[in-house]
């Protein structure tokens, strides 16, 4: 950065400044806040969800939709793109693994049979960088997952496998928690469900109550790991039910006390997941949010800086929730550089949040319990011409990563260097 243009930045940031201390907004509060954010990036945006394994089942056939050049082949090749990616983004941010990512040694270990030293390399990385690391039994890309059907498969043989394998999930958590000092987030999601309309709903969903009670039956070390369960409205093969949907997850992580994710991929096209914040935040501890953007299906397009986006993280603040959410990002784009996905994606979370801290939350909540809904509107509606932008860029520049579109040259000459070679 040049110093005409750092100091252009400086600049800006202090017209900001006086223009929020106008509204009674101290945008240093704002920023303190910010910068304890730690994001989950999701490691499959780095190989399109292909993993390490060797398996006979491929789940990228029908998930990436292109073939941008450069992805990950190995986990050293992805955990140096992510090295990259971090020195990309303001504060200190996490990793979330899914158990495909499993160094193994070249030997093949069934998904039941994984251990806390098939992701020692992970921790070891995570270790050196001070990256927290949460994680995800691979419940799909499987011939055991073949019909559609995991944990409430109506085979016992083939239900308990997918037990055992979310019960060694849960220990590779603890063991993540316990060795970097941040406790992981062990987040279940399962594709079981039905193309069409069934006949018997309450079966499945039966065995998927057993199931999961008996994977959480094991006490582990407090402090280390949250279980969370993760619901969806339909998916590829699930048009018309699915087994873990929003109600049965709802029900269960409250009866249960675990921890329910939503992903702002996994319901109607036109149905937000910011509305429901505040209803479960009333009963639940915590939540995780999966941030992804569906484009009239659940497509895990790269995070923009949306209304959608924006309401989700006014949400996260007008309920004061910004400490009891787990935020991880959740696409994996090949049509575009890799990289960039994650940098423009994590960026735009953070940018989302920064804007909904920088609310005159006080005057906003008085003007609305005056019923003064005239104001309120009238403040709302002048926020968004508010120069937030001005605070990111300051605090970008504060937090020594690129300002504005800096970033593009970096990933750019790292695509010439690194990633070009990579066939």
């Given at each position: 950065m040049t110093h005409a243009s750092e100091a252009g930045t400086l600049a800006a940031y202090e017209i900001a400044r006086e223009r929020y201390a106008g509204l009674g907004v101290k945008t240093e509060e704002a920023l303190a806040r910010?910068?304890?954010?730690?994001?989950?990036?999701?490691?499959?945006?780095?190989?399109?969800?292909?993993?390490?394994?060797?398996?006979?089942?491929?789940?990228?056939?029908?998930?990436?939709?292109?073939?941008?050049?450069?992805?990950?082949?190995?986990?050293?090749?992805?955990?140096?793109?992510?090295?990259?990616?971090?020195?990309?983004?303001?504060?200190?941010?996490?990793?979330?693994?899914?158990?495909?990512?499993?160094?193994?040694?070249?030997?093949?270990?069934?998904?039941?049979?994984?251990?806390?030293?098939?992701?020692?390399?992970?921790?070891?990385?995570?270790?050196?960088?001070?990256?927290?690391?949460?994680?995800?039994?691979?419940c799909f890309s499987s011939p055991l997952a073949g019909d559609g059907f995991t944990l409430s498969h109506r085979n016992p043989g083939i239900r308990r496998y997918w037990i055992e394998h979310c019960i060694a999930s849960r220990r590779i958590g603890e063991f993540f928690g316990r060795e970097l000092g941040t406790p992981a987030v062990t987040n279940i999601w399962i594709p079981d469900g039905f193309k069409d309309t069934p006949v018997d709903r309450m079966t499945p969903r039966l065995l998927l109550r057993n199931s999961l009670d008996n994977i959480f039956a094991e006490k582990l070390c407090p402090g280390t790991n949250f279980d969370a369960l993760e619901p969806k409205l339909f998916g590829i093969g699930s048009e018309s039910y699915v087994t873990g949907s929003m109600e049965f997850y709802t029900a269960y992580a409250v009866s249960r006390n675990v921890l329910l994710t939503l992903d702002s991929g996994h319901f109607h096209p036109t149905e937000s997941i910011a509305d429901k914040l505040s209803s479960l935040l009333l009963f639940l501890d915590r939540l995780v949010l999966h941030v992804s953007r569906?484009?009239?299906?659940?497509?895990?397009?790269?995070?923009?800086?949306?209304?959608?986006?924006?309401?989700?993280?006014?949400?996260?603040?007008?309920?004061?929730?910004?400490?009891?959410?787990?935020?991880?990002?959740?696409?994996?784009?090949?049509?575009?550089?890799?990289?960039?996905?994650?940098?423009?994606?994590?960026?735009?979370?953070?940018?989302?949040?920064?804007?909904?801290?920088?609310?005159?939350?006080?005057?906003?909540?008085?003007?609305?319990?005056?019923?003064?809904?005239?104001?309120?509107?009238?403040?709302?509606?002048?926020?968004?011409?508010?120069?937030?932008?001005?605070?990111?860029?300051?605090?970008?520049?504060?937090?020594?990563?690129?300002?504005?579109?800096?970033?593009?040259?970096?990933?750019?000459?790292?695509?010439?260097?690194?990633?070009?070679?990579?066939?």
């Open positions: 910010l910068a304890g954010v730690s994001i989950s990036l999701d490691c499959w945006q780095g190989d399109d969800l292909a993993g390490f394994e060797d398996r006979d089942c491929n789940f990228t056939a029908h998930g990436a939709t292109a073939r941008y050049p450069g992805r990950a082949r190995n986990a050293a090749e992805l955990r140096r793109d992510l090295d990259l990616v971090y020195t990309l983004l303001p504060g200190r941010h996490r990793l979330n693994l899914h158990a495909m990512y499993a160094e193994t040694g070249g030997r093949k270990v069934a998904r039941n049979e994984l251990l806390p030293e098939h992701f020692n390399a992970w921790k070891d990385w995570a270790k050196a960088s001070g990256h927290g690391l949460d994680f995800n039994p691979t569906g484009v009239r299906w659940d497509s895990d397009h790269v995070v923009t800086y949306g209304d959608d986006l924006l309401a989700t993280a006014q949400e996260v603040i007008h309920n004061n929730a910004l400490e009891r959410m787990h935020i991880c990002l959740d696409f994996f784009d090949a049509s575009i550089n890799r990289i960039a996905a994650w940098v423009i994606g994590a960026r735009n979370v953070l940018r989302a949040l920064l804007a909904a801290l920088l609310e005159p939350l006080d005057t906003l909540r008085r003007l609305e319990s005056d019923r003064d809904y005239t104001g309120r509107l009238a403040l709302l509606e002048e926020l968004k011409g508010m120069p937030s932008s001005s605070v990111w860029d300051y605090h970008c520049l504060r937090s020594g990563v690129p300002v504005g579109m800096e970033y593009i040259g970096i990933i750019r000459d790292y695509e010439k260097d690194v990633l070009s070679r990579r066939l």
